[in-house]
């Protein structure tokens, strides 16, 4: 049997680690909560760059590297590509489709943060589901703004910014009453794809709501690619039957 490192942090890798067994470790940065429930080894914290990643996969005797981290993740998925080459370890990723525009929808591409002030310039109450980022920007928002940002971790704010600790998924009912509450007039958001996270794109369109998208960064290619956890986990499952 191939053991296998996971590299998670999204609720696609945990779908994956949920079924693979003891042999096999779930490695996190530790941003996030840490499951406590899985029967794989759990492993928290960096690996010490494309060196150390080298070395674990060396040291733990690791036969296949599943990259199941967000696709915004890109270092990690640059290190995993890099160290599973010298390695010589297979390398498959779970590559998230970007969500698609719709009818109705008005998207505005930001290439990085400098491009989202830009786009949310003449906008008053905007929602950034950037993460952390915008965190770093407080002191930074314009008299004529008040931001709402929701992000993992609590946080205290000031006066021109609400911090809404949440995780997803989220539903269009709490979207509505999240966006009637702040007043929202213009959603940030990364183009993550998947279900837990696109209400808040479906109300910004019944709204005619403008949706600035941080463009997504490069991922390397993997040896295999999977658009979803399911569909890693049944390919893993099969590995194992066949190793
Ligand atoms: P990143 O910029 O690509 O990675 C920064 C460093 O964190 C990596 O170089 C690595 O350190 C360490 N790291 C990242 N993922 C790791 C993992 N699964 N196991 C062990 N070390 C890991 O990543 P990030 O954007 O800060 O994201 C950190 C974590 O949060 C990832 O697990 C990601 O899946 C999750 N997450 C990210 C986002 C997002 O929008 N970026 C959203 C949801 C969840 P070393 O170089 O020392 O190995």
Request: glycine residues 8%.
């Amino acid at each position: 049997m191939k053991r296998v490192l996971l590299l998670g942090g999204t609720g696609d890798a945990l779908a994956i680690a949920r079924g693979l067994s003891a042999t096999h470790v779930y490695s996190l940065a530790g941003l996030a909560r840490v499951p406590d429930d899985l029967a794989c080894a759990v492993r928290v914290g960096g690996f010490g760059g494309v060196d150390g990643l080298v070395a674990y996969l060396g040291a733990e005797r690791i036969g296949l590297v599943v990259d199941a981290t967000h696709p915004y993740a890109a270092q990690m998925s640059r290190h995993a590509r890099e160290a599973c080459a010298i390695a010589n370890v297979p390398l498959w990723a779970v590559r998230r489709p970007e969500w698609q525009a719709q009818t109705g929808d008005d998207w505005r591409e930001a290439r990085d943060w400098r491009g989202v002030v830009e786009r949310i310039a003449e906008f008053h109450r905007p929602l950034f589901t950037l993460g952390r980022e915008p965190l770093a920007h407080l002191d930074e928002i314009p008299a004529s703004q008040h931001w709402t940002i929701r992000c993992l971790d609590a946080h205290p704010g000031n006066a021109r910014a609400t911090i809404v600790d949440a995780r997803g998924p989220f539903t269009p009912e709490g979207e509505r009453a999240l966006f009637d509450a702040a007043r929202i007039d213009v959603v940030i958001s990364k183009n993550s794809g998947g279900r837990a996270t696109e209400a808040k794109l479906a109300v910004a369109r019944e709204r005619g709501m403008p949706v600035v998208m941080l463009a997504r960064p490069e991922l390397p290619d993997a040896d295999r690619a999977f658009d979803d956890a399911s569909s890693a986990r049944d390919a893993l499952t099969q590995l194992n039957h066949e190793t």
